[in-house]
């Protein structure tokens, strides 16, 4: 089956780990579930990348025609809040209720804007119950005095989306120690209640799910037993989402959960991983109040979403520098577009390179290297474009601010093209009065500046960098 849009999406399919084309499972419509975060903490930057990307995948697959429902859980109860609840002295369900209210503000600051529904865990007792039943009465899994467990032997295919093999499997986070296990990797379903937790009732007794069946229950609920896409951080590849894979085809006796897996790379600071159990990270909103959220978001997909990336300073001021020459080019475009001028610039041919570079496997990089090589153009005619180039000009950085939304409406940048004309202006009437001295004054200003000036019988031509 072809899609309904004129594009071929491609991606990489870390279940297969080769670029495939997306085809729905039903036409024209795309189901898309991405593991949200823990809610006990604020989140920081490292985080912001992945749902930055997914936000941006969700508007392209939009762009692209399809139609995206994207789902996305919340864990609400959990080691780590129960944790913050007893250090604090407040109620684990103020801190999840605070934690997921201020998840929200950082995403709506940060312009991700595209889920359709958040899904706490602690609304789908029932499914998860639902689902421990069926992998018990399968034999999947099996009770001990302490909780319900995943029989990670009995799923023969667990290790294929990481690539690990059963017999060297090795035990990844959040993996629950217990004596009474079959098997070391074998992972808990639920965990029954203990002094000072909170529970819920099941036929196991009172208790509360473990990690990884709370997706699988939230996603069968809306989805069904299979689905489009799973996304999520590469540190989830092993062992949540083969738990997952394990947990649901265990249910379904089906092929897949999810036809594609994408997985986007770390940020890291140093050498490791920003994360908060490492102490080196960067909160969200303490980055808000020193950059954009344009700034943040084309810093973060200023490189292959599956590769590292690495934040230092120097690097996100460079990214900044990139930003604010797409930023005046596009200002330069918006004021011109009604000239009469004979300058040209064949926008056709940037809109269609940029629309290949999202379809090869989401190439943001790419897609920002060939607005600053079309930006570099709108310089060199020192934003003196004929109508249509300017409208052609707008219409493509509408559509990779639609998708990647890293450009400011109105910002200072369409100010500071006023300023440098009105200072040309200034400095022609030096030249006109023959004040040269003056007049090479602030043209040595400007170029210290980082504005390149330009004098020929048509007039004075400008241009950043």
Known sequence: MSPVNSLIVNIYNTLTRRLEEIVPMKRGRIRLF????????????????????FDS???????SGYEVFYLQNITDIDDKTLKVAAQTGVPWQDVSSRFFEEYLRDMKALGVDSVNVYAKATLYM??????????????????????????????RDMGELSGQKLDKVVPGSRVVPSEQKINPV??????????????????????????????????????????????GGKDLVFPHHEAEIGQMRAISGKKHLARYWIHGGYLNMGADK????????????EALKKYTRQQIRFF?????????????????????????????????????????????LSTGYYLSRIKGHLDNNFDTRSVFATLLEMSSEIFRTGG??????????????????????????????????????GILRLREEFRRRKDFSTSDMIRRILEDSGVRIEDDASGTKWKIG
């Open 384 to 421: 003196r474009l004929q109508g249509d180039s300017a409208s052609g000009a707008i219409e493509t950085f509408q559509y990779v601010d639609n998708i990647l939304g890293i450009l400011a409406q109105g910002s200072a940048a369409s100010d500071t093209g006023r300023i440098i004309e």
């Open 34 to 53: 991405v593991c949200g975060p823990t809610v006990f903490n604020f989140i920081h930057l490292g985080n912001a990348r992945t749902f930055v990307l």
């Open 186 to 231: 074998d992972f808990v379903l639920w965990k029954k209640h203990k002094a000072g937790e909170p529970s819920w009732d099941s036929p196991w007794g009172p208790g509360r799910p473990g990690w990884h069946i709370e997706d699988t229950a939230i996603t069968e609920s809306f989805f069904g037993s299979m689905y489009d896409i799973h996304g």
């Open 126 to 155: 029932d499914e998860i119950r639902s689902q421990i039943r069926r992998l018990m009465n399968r034999g999947y899994a099996y009770e001990t005095q302490d909780g319900v467990y995943f029989h990670v032997e009995k799923f």
């Open 274 to 285: 920003m994360s908060k159990s490492a102490g080196n990270f960067i909160m969200l909103r």
């Open 300 to 344: 973060l997909l200023n490189a292959n979403y599956a590769s590292d990336l690495l934040y230092t300073e120097e690097l996100f001021k460079a990214s900044c520098e990139a930003l604010d020459r797409i930023q005046h080019a596009y200002d330069m475009a918006l004021e011109n577009v009604d000239r009469r001028e004979s300058n040209t």
């Open 57 to 63: 995948l969700a508007k392209y697959l939009t762009a």
